[in-house]
């Protein structure tokens, strides 16, 4: 590549990268780029657009997508991507004391030696969620699903959490997970909706029975009409499946209104 300088241009300078990024570079259109300086490197952030594939239907379904802080995403095939490597105790621990201490230096050091264990948690965090969206995606593109998954504005408001666990959950980007599943489905022509929320983990699965009650514990949720028991993770991403297949059925026919069943 070449850039222009304050002492002119320099040509020819050569680059590294992942293969398939270095081949999008030769084959593609590049638009904007910019060249950014962290951590004692440079790199050149490029602007390539990529064609999306074209959408297949959701002949089977949705797979639906349950997020939190145990288990980082619960499909409703049962499939769970844990969050121990991610959130395991010992390493939130460790990063808030060592983030405490820098910030009770306040010297010029401490403060970059902060912004630089913030950029690494991010680069780590950010890791986990590109393979676990790789994996959901693979497999809704394998079983010739879509993906469905809550609505995450404002998941930190809703969400009402022990004293514990708050930093794990803001020190956590919830709207990350989701937005590598939709571009990632996007660009794989897996359709890909958001659902209503409200009540997921609540629901029986079975029965749809609504109440506060049936979860039992962070792991455990049992229907205290039907009886049906199911680990709170997996009956919620059921749900969550559920309500794909009927936004779908809303974005495909928009003009058709919703109905509500009397009770």
């Known amino acids: 590549m ?46 390539i657009d990529v064609p999306e594939a074209a959408l297949n239907d959701p002949a089977n379904g949705f797979l639906g997508v349950d997020m939190g802080i145990v288990n980082i995403a619960t499909t409703n095939s049962g499939d769970r991507a844990s969050g121990a490597r991610l959130n395991r105790y010992r390493y939130r621990k460790r990063q808030a004391r060592v983030r405490k201490r820098l910030q009770a230096k306040r010297t010029s050091s401490a ?49 009402r959490l022990r004293k514990p666990q708050r930093a794990t959950m803001h020190s956590w980007a919830f709207a990350q997970l989701g937005s590598f599943l939709a571009y990632k489905a996007r660009l794989a022509g897996v359709a890909f909706v958001e659902v209503n929320p409200a009540y997921t983990s609540q629901m029986c699965s079975a029965c749809d029975w609504v109440d506060k009650h049936n979860r039992r514990s962070q792991a455990v949720f049992e229907c205290g ?39």
């Open 111 to 159: 403060r970059r030696l902060l912004r630089k264990r913030r950029r690494k948690e991010a680069r780590f965090a950010a890791d986990i969620n590109h393979q676990i969206s790789k994996r959901i995606v693979a497999e809704a593109e394998r079983t010739g699903c879509g993906i469905a998954v809550e609505e995450l504005t404002g998941i930190r408001d809703r969400v």
């Open 225 to 263: 009409r039907c009886g049906f028991v199911g680990h709170a993770d997996h009956n919620a991403a059921i749900n969550i499946a559920s309500r794909g297949v009927e936004r779908w059925g809303e974005v495909m026919r928009p003009d058709a209104a919703p109905t509500l069943a009397a009770s």
């Open 2 to 47: 070449s850039i222009w300088t304050i002492v002119g241009r320099l040509k020819r300078i050569q680059i590294v990268g992942a293969p398939q990024h270095l081949t999008s570079l030769r084959t593609r259109t590049i638009g904007e780029t910019d060249l950014i300086y962290c951590d004692g490197k440079w790199f050149l952030h490029a602007t």
